[in-house]
DNA sequence: CGCAAAGCTTATCTG
DNA sequence: AAGCTTTGCG
């Protein structure tokens, strides 16, 4: 093995080295964290013979987690790493909690809900409990409801809570305990745990029952946790509990990056970390290796406005680097416009690479001026914060016949694909069929076993029969089939993949070819080694639903990939880049409206800004617009009072208009730039409505055309009786009672919905739905 | 029942 | 400006 302690400082090896007992690592930005815990960690190995079954590394990210096993693995080479456990607290305590969901009432394979299966359940119980939905927005529910669960507080605890009943009183929304009590019990039918019940729950389950305490206490004898100044109280008590019995319990955060506080995180959990025990041994990581001093220099200013930190000095003994760059423009898309001229350049006279170039603002709505201008330039980029793949609607649909495969009683699931593809289930029986199963109290499957008692119409109840058939048939697969062949079959045989493939649109192209990865995806799963070193990993269907679910956009794009990288601040975190846009440095927006009503909302977005500095290694530019277009309305803001905080001597000012940006006019190979630039600029100058005018085509040319086309009227005649939609065939003449006689030309559509469509003899081609225009056979 | 147009809401940050 | 939900209609 090689010389791992090498290339450590004095403070990073006095952290590595110390054996036993709790610490705390006060790590600054760049002072080389990551490094401190994987040595840590192939040291206790190492040195100290710990088992790799032992260690647990608890991470924020799956990125994090996914770097820290490989460089384990990378110095330990002999596959010991994979024995570690390392990863984020929500996929650990998943996993933990898949052996033992039910020892606390959960089915062995319970769903994972993700935002908007959560959101979705609100959505159903406010309706339930027929409160008004314009007081009980899903978004406000959503993160009420998960600040309590985040605090461990129980239903019963929020409703008896004082200051928080005036809250909720105070903002028009008394019943928000009501709907999370019925929201716990809802999930709970369901066999459904959100995400911030893999806390929750883990919580339970340690401290109510004895013996998994204990279990857990001694497997992890050495517990590492990553960005401690953003646990919450739930993530807090869980560690104190889990390593109550060894204490050796080693975390390493920076309280000056410390920006979840909307996620339930709280500072204080890093002084009280140093009451818990009797002897924590206190580190502090105050070299960086990242940023030019400049850089550093800034960044140590803006912070020293925040009051009360942990004592500490950050120095670096890089060179000075070159100045912050403070630009102006008039418009986000001059902004926009700005950085994709100045990443064009940069590359160019310094040979940087995309890859090295970041752009990180405050809010994803952000994202679109830089998206414009660096397409425009051909520049390649990749966003981060968008929609995962496994969000995707199509690949939610498929993935909602698998959960309900694996747990029958995820009601989200049942609604999303009782009638997709189409097989006559529509609102009517759907409701019906939930009311039933609210008024019993029990899940809508079990409804649907008996489905007989509750009086839907024939048709329905034949339907709802088969479909039940089906998914059991689908279930009794998983015995003996892997879980690729089942989805394979299940995408088969519902005609979910021949309908997206009959979509020959470029949007029904591309959702076909989403199925097939999302199938490749679980081929692979299915096809990895199912055991490691002894253990047997679980490679279930259910497993791998689980897993999916807490993968994030990151996890999925390629961090190496030579490509701009464009993120919010809080997505960036952790990362480091050569050169860094800091961008929307405006009152408002950075700091956010939403944040800037007390002390503690601003230092935490003073905190960001913290963050965003130090993101960058060589060199930073920070920009800020003097208009921008929000909710399509263009709005003025004041240049961030951040800004302000910047020392003057480590600043260039610059203004980049419209008009005078970027490359010079003479750039080589002009007659294509120049062409697109000035094409570019037109652009600008005119789609927008606030210059003048609007771009709608001439008034007069539209005229009146919106109204609905004249229909020449027909009086039916006087023995119009309606014929019965199934003796309507092709070739017949037949009567409308608006659109007069006609032939029919094609039958199509569903079984239960078919289509006619007719060519009136004076009121053209018309598609008619036989389930409800009457049509009369005139033959 | 299913589609298209109109209407309404939205955008602070996330596993 | 764009996405999602409601409505109106055949």
Not at 609 to 616: G, K, L, N, S
Not at 750 to 761: D, G, L, Q, R
């Given at each position: 093995?090689?010389?791992?302690?090498g290339?450590l400082?004095e403070?990073?090896?006095e952290?590595?080295?110390?054996?036993?007992g709790?610490m705390l690592?006060?790590?600054?930005a760049?002072?080389?964290?990551?490094?401190v815990l994987?040595t840590?960690i192939?040291h206790?190995?190492a040195?100290?013979?710990?088992?790799a079954f032992?260690?647990?590394?608890?991470?924020f990210?799956n990125?994090?987690?996914?770097?820290?096993?490989e460089?384990?693995?990378?110095i330990l080479?002999?596959?010991?790493?994979r024995?570690l456990?390392?990863?984020?607290f929500?996929?650990?305590?998943?996993?933990i909690?898949?052996?033992?969901?039910e020892?606390?009432g959960?089915p062995k394979?319970f769903?994972?809900?993700?935002t908007?299966?959560?959101k979705?359940?609100?959505?159903?119980?406010i309706?339930?409990?027929?409160l008004?939905?314009?007081?009980?927005k899903?978004n406000?529910?959503?993160?009420r409801?998960?600040?309590?669960?985040?605090a461990?507080?129980s239903?019963?605890?929020?409703?008896?809570d004082?200051?928080i009943q005036q809250e909720d009183m105070?903002s028009?929304r008394?019943?928000?305990s009501?709907?999370?009590d019925?929201?716990?019990?809802?999930?709970f039918r369901n066999?459904a745990m959100?995400?911030?019940?893999?806390l929750l729950k883990?919580y339970?389950l340690l401290?109510?029952i004895?013996e998994?305490?204990s279990?857990?206490q001694?497997k992890?004898k050495y517990?590492?946790i990553d960005?401690?100044?953003d646990?919450?109280?739930a993530?807090?008590?869980?560690?104190?509990?889990?390593?109550?019995?060894?204490?050796n319990?080693?975390v390493?955060?920076?309280?000056a990056?410390?920006?979840?506080?909307?996620?339930?995180a709280t500072i204080?959990?890093?002084?009280?970390?140093?009451?818990d025990y009797d002897?924590v041994?206190?580190v502090?990581?105050e070299q960086?290796y990242?940023?030019t001093?400049?850089?550093l220099?800034?960044?140590?200013q803006?912070i020293s406005?925040?009051k009360?930190?942990i004592e500490?000095?950050?120095?670096?003994e890089?060179?000075?680097?070159?100045k912050i760059?403070?630009?102006r423009t008039?418009?986000?898309?001059?902004?926009?416009?700005?950085?994709a001229?100045s990443?064009q350049?940069?590359?160019?006279?310094h040979h940087?690479a995309h890859r090295?170039?970041?752009?990180?603002?405050?809010?994803?709505?952000?994202?679109?001026?830089?998206?414009?201008?660096?397409r425009?330039?051909?520049?390649?980029y990749?966003i981060?914060?968008?929609i995962?793949?496994?969000?995707r609607k199509?690949v939610?649909d498929l993935?909602?016949y698998?959960r309900?495969i694996?747990?029958?009683h995820?009601?989200?699931a049942?609604?999303?694909?009782?009638?997709?593809p189409?097989r006559?289930?529509?609102?009517t029986s759907?409701?019906?069929l939930?009311?039933?199963?609210?008024?019993?109290?029990?899940?809508s499957?079990?409804?649907?076993?008996?489905?007989r008692s509750y009086?839907?119409r024939?048709?329905?109840?034949t339907?709802?029969?088969e479909f039940v058939?089906?998914i059991?048939?689908?279930?009794s697969?998983?015995e003996k089939s892997n879980a690729?062949?089942v989805?394979?079959y299940v995408g088969?045989q519902?005609?979910?993949v021949k309908e997206l493939?009959?979509?020959k649109?470029?949007?029904g192209?591309?959702?076909?070819?989403n199925?097939q990865?999302?199938?490749?995806s679980?081929?692979e799963?299915?096809?990895?080694?199912?055991?490691?070193?002894g253990?047997?990993?679980d490679k279930?269907l259910?497993?791998?639903l689980?897993?999916i679910t807490l993968?994030?956009?990151?996890?999925?794009?390629?961090a190496?990939?030579d490509?701009?990288?464009?993120m919010t601040?809080?997505?960036?975190k952790?990362?480091?880049?050569?050169c860094v846009?800091?961008?929307?440095?405006?009152?408002?927006?950075f700091?956010?409206?939403?944040?800037?009503?007390?002390?503690?909302?601003?230092e935490?977005e003073?905190r960001?800004?913290y963050?965003?500095?130090?993101?960058a290694?060589?060199?930073l530019w920070v920009s800020y617009?003097n208009?921008?277009?929000?909710?399509?309305q263009?709005?003025?803001?004041?240049p961030?009072r951040f800004?302000?905080e910047i020392p003057e001597?480590?600043l260039?000012?610059?203004f980049?208009?419209?008009s005078?940006?970027?490359?010079p006019?003479?750039t080589?190979?002009?007659?294509l730039?120049?062409k697109?630039?000035?094409?570019s600029?037109?652009?600008?100058?005119n789609?927008?409505?606030?210059?003048?005018e609007?771009?709608k085509?001439?008034?007069?040319y539209?005229g009146?055309a919106?109204?609905?086309p004249?229909?020449?009227?027909?009086?039916?005649s006087?023995?119009?009786?309606?014929?019965?939609?199934?003796?309507?065939e092709v070739?017949q003449r037949v009567?409308?009672?608006?659109f007069g006689f006609g032939k029919?030309?094609?039958?199509e559509g569903?079984?239960h919905?078919p289509?006619?469509?007719?060519?009136?003899?004076?009121?053209?081609?018309?598609?008619i739905m036989l389930?409800?225009?009457?049509?009369?056979?005139?033959?």
């Amino acid at each position: 093995m090689q010389d791992y302690l090498g290339g450590l400082n004095e403070r990073q090896r006095e952290a590595v080295l110390h054996h036993n007992g709790p610490m705390l690592v006060v790590a600054g930005a760049g002072s080389g964290k990551t490094k401190v815990l994987t040595t840590r960690i192939i040291h206790l190995m190492a040195a100290h013979q710990v088992d790799a079954f032992n260690i647990l590394a608890l991470t924020f990210t799956n990125k994090a987690a996914r770097e820290m096993k490989e460089r384990v693995e990378r110095i330990l080479g002999d596959g010991e790493a994979r024995n570690l456990y390392i990863g984020t607290f929500h996929s650990v305590f998943a996993r933990i909690l898949r052996f033992e969901a039910e020892k606390l009432g959960y089915p062995k394979h319970f769903t994972i809900y993700d935002t908007d299966d959560s959101k979705s359940v609100m959505k159903a119980v406010i309706n339930d409990l027929h409160l008004d939905d314009k007081h009980y927005k899903p978004n406000i529910v959503y993160n009420r409801i998960s600040a309590a669960k985040n605090a461990l507080m129980s239903p019963e605890e929020y409703r008896n809570d004082y200051a928080i009943q005036q809250e909720d009183m105070r903002s028009g929304r008394p019943a928000l305990s009501q709907i999370y009590d019925s929201y716990v019990k809802r999930c709970f039918r369901n066999g459904a745990m959100d995400f911030d019940d893999l806390l929750l729950k883990f919580y339970q389950l340690l401290s109510t029952i004895p013996e998994c305490l204990s279990r857990y206490q001694q497997k992890f004898k050495y517990i590492l946790i990553d960005e401690y100044q953003d646990t919450n109280p739930a993530q807090y008590e869980i560690i104190k509990l889990l390593g109550a019995m060894h204490e050796n319990v080693c975390v390493v955060g920076d309280d000056a990056q410390s920006i979840y506080s909307f996620r339930g995180a709280t500072i204080e959990n890093i002084l009280q970390f140093q009451r818990d025990y009797d002897q924590v041994k206190l580190v502090k990581l105050e070299q960086n290796y990242r940023s030019t001093s400049q850089i550093l220099a800034v960044a140590n200013q803006v912070i020293s406005n925040n009051k009360g930190q942990i004592e500490k000095v950050l120095f670096t003994e890089n060179p000075a680097g070159e100045k912050i760059q403070l630009v102006r423009t008039l418009t986000d898309n001059d902004e926009g416009k700005f950085v994709a001229d100045s990443i064009q350049e940069l590359k160019l006279r310094h040979h940087y690479a995309h890859r090295d170039f970041a752009i990180l603002y405050r809010t994803n709505a952000q994202s679109r001026a830089f998206e414009e201008a660096l397409r425009r330039m051909g520049i390649p980029y990749t966003i981060y914060g968008g929609i995962s793949f496994y969000q995707r609607k199509e690949v939610k649909d498929l993935v909602a016949y698998l959960r309900l495969i694996v747990n029958p009683h995820d009601e989200e699931a049942l609604k999303r694909v009782i009638n997709y593809p189409a097989r006559g289930i529509g609102k009517t029986s759907l409701d019906k069929l939930l009311l039933a199963a609210n008024e019993k109290d029990c899940s809508s499957w079990t409804i649907l076993q008996e489905a007989r008692s509750y009086g839907f119409r024939a048709g329905t109840l034949t339907v709802l029969e088969e479909f039940v058939t089906m998914i059991k048939s689908f279930g009794s697969m998983l015995e003996k089939s892997n879980a690729y062949d089942v989805a394979f079959y299940v995408g088969k045989q519902t005609g979910l993949v021949k309908e997206l493939f009959n979509d020959k649109s470029t949007e029904g192209i591309q959702r076909y070819e989403n199925i097939q990865e999302l199938l490749n995806s679980i081929k692979e799963w299915t096809e990895s080694p199912d055991n490691e070193d002894g253990e047997l990993v679980d490679k279930s269907l259910g497993a791998y639903l689980q897993q999916i679910t807490l993968l994030t956009d990151a996890d999925e794009k390629d961090a190496n990939a030579d490509t701009v990288k464009l993120m919010t601040i809080h997505a960036a975190k952790g990362l480091e880049f050569s050169c860094v846009f800091a961008a929307g440095l405006e009152e408002m927006l950075f700091p956010n409206a939403m944040a800037i009503n007390t002390r503690e909302e601003l230092e935490e977005e003073r905190r960001l800004f913290y963050v965003v500095i130090t993101r960058a290694k060589e060199r930073l530019w920070v920009s800020y617009a003097n208009t921008r277009y929000r909710f399509g309305q263009l709005v003025q803001n004041e240049p961030s009072r951040f800004i302000n905080e910047i020392p003057e001597a480590h600043l260039d000012k610059r203004f980049a208009g419209s008009s005078s940006t970027g490359m010079p006019r003479s750039t080589g190979g002009a007659g294509l730039f120049s062409k697109q630039r000035s094409f570019s600029r037109d652009a600008v100058a005119n789609n927008r409505p606030a210059s003048g005018e609007t771009k709608k085509e001439t008034p007069s040319y539209v005229g009146p055309a919106k109204a609905a086309p004249k229909v020449i009227p027909h009086t039916p005649s006087a023995n119009f009786v309606p014929s019965d939609a199934s003796k309507i065939e092709v070739g017949q003449r037949v009567e409308h009672a608006k659109f007069g006689f006609g032939k029919v030309i094609s039958l199509e559509g569903a079984a239960h919905n078919p289509v006619a469509t007719v060519v009136f003899e004076h009121n053209g081609e018309k598609k008619i739905m036989l389930n409800y225009a009457r049509l009369r056979i005139a033959d």
